[in-house]
């Protein structure tokens, strides 16, 4: 067996070849103890769990306290500064963040960066990364369980109620986002992280022995982030700082509110001045500031294909003045499927396509977009699909009853519109079975809408949408391998997609064929509501990188291995057996 002794630089675990345990025992305490670096155990992270979901019943502690914190926070305007090298800065330059569902209500007014910040940011993140870095890794881990024990007791209902103020979600979905998911990045990313440096080699040639280290990028790592889940805004910055990189941190300005509550948190769970820095500024001034700087070392991202695509752009085409290739990790958007076979439990499908194409306005990435249903189940599908639209209720994000919310702002409102009124006026094509009604006057509103397409190629088969419209295209059960051919190459991305079969050999079928048409591929279930720890998230084709997030896989992007050969007996003679004389 092989033994394993501490991590002095906490960049690896040593994995001793036995031969040599004893013989470099003491030899390694000693060194660890003249860098200063104690190494006196080998530290397990504390077993992780996914975090339990309250249910906010009536009467509970957690409603109570959720709903004063909502009433504290609309009460108020909220003054969000910059947070440079752990410090506050105030430019003046300021910008509203408004609720979606009362867009008369300023939440917050957000300080925003100009050039000197900026600067100001990369140079914080610089100089904290070579102290951060050499941070063992039980302190780094232990600020962000810490981080995590905080949001979930102390700052809970905060977080929730500014998401759902600021964001416009549900209870629910505060709950299933705000809380668990952002604790449970911070928790299982410790996991993760630890079974990394754990990797070590396990051959080694007679008196050598060979190491990994695992180090943090050259450079600093930016982070931009989407508005529709403060967890993957916060994952994104917290990712690459687990492992020791330092990170410009740009949430998306209609999700300020929440943000600021997560940076408040990791600064009082200990993360040191300048390792997170907390910056707002424009697409342009990223492009412009940020992408070329020599010391960028890697990209993460969320948000929309065609951001995602210039940033790449911007990258390949400065990749001469940087200091090291950055690495870029980008998930974007989706036009996610539900594939329906005529086997399938017809309540249970209706069930599940009425969560994932609705839930949060179908604003998540892996929202169902599109859906194709066989001609004979069809009729009774329509029926309790149609019925079950009819009763979700729309409305303010304090009324606990409502299942839908606004959208988020009013271009989102805007482009949705725009599908919707396309849909009208083009009849011989589509015909719209429930919903198709907005109304913007006092928040950005859209009534849950199916469309029904005659051409399984149409606009709103193809493109991204991004809020609650489902569109349907009904194939004969005949042309079952046709429909499959259009469901993988209708759309460019290749995001989420589920498919509902009781026929075990036709669902092996269908998820062949599907194979590339989802990173996020599920059976019997919705294609939204990836568990961290459970379903790794990401897709590949015009969805992204399909690095993962929530896996081992994703942290992996923001190491740097050095492989370490360490000989153990010298070489007497340059020279080979077969050059001796016979």
Known sequence: TQSTWGHSECLFFFVFPRTFHEMFRSALVSSALLQGRRSLGHFVVPHIDNEPLLDYAPGSAERLALKESLKLQRASTLDIPLVINGKEIRTGRTEKQVMPTDHQTVLANFHTAGDAEIQAAIDSALAAKPAWEKTPFEHRAAIFLKAAALLSTKYRAELCAAVMLGQGKNVWQAEIDAAAETIDFLRFNCLYAQQLYQQQQQHHSPHVWNRTEYRSLEGFVLAIAPFNFIAISANLACAPAMMG?????KPASTSILAAQVIMKVLTEAGLPPGVINFITCSGPDVERRILPHKGLAGVHFTGSTDTFAKVWQSISYNLRPYNTYPRVVGETGGKNFHFVHSSADVQSAVYNTVRAAFEYQGQKCSACSRLYVPSDIWPEFRKKMVEAVSELQVGDVEDFKSFMCAVIDQKSFNVIKGFIDHAKQDPATYE??????????????ISPTIVVTS?????????????????????????????????????????????FCQDRQMTQKISERLRYAAGNFYINDKSTGAVVGQQPFGGGRGSGTNDKSGSIINLLRWVSIRTIKDTMVPLNHYSYPHMLES
């Open 245 to 249: 990189n330092a990170i410009l941190w």
């Open 432 to 445: 719209i079975i429930a919903g198709g009604t907005y109304d913007d006057s006092k928040g950005y509103f």
């Open 455 to 499: 051409d399984p190629r149409s606009k709103l088969m193809t493109d991204e949408i991004f809020g609650p419209v489902l569109t349907v295209y009904v194939y004969e059960p005949a042309d079952i391998d046709a429909t499959l051919q259009l469901c993988d190459e209708t759309s460019p991305y290749g995001l989420t997609g589920s498919v």
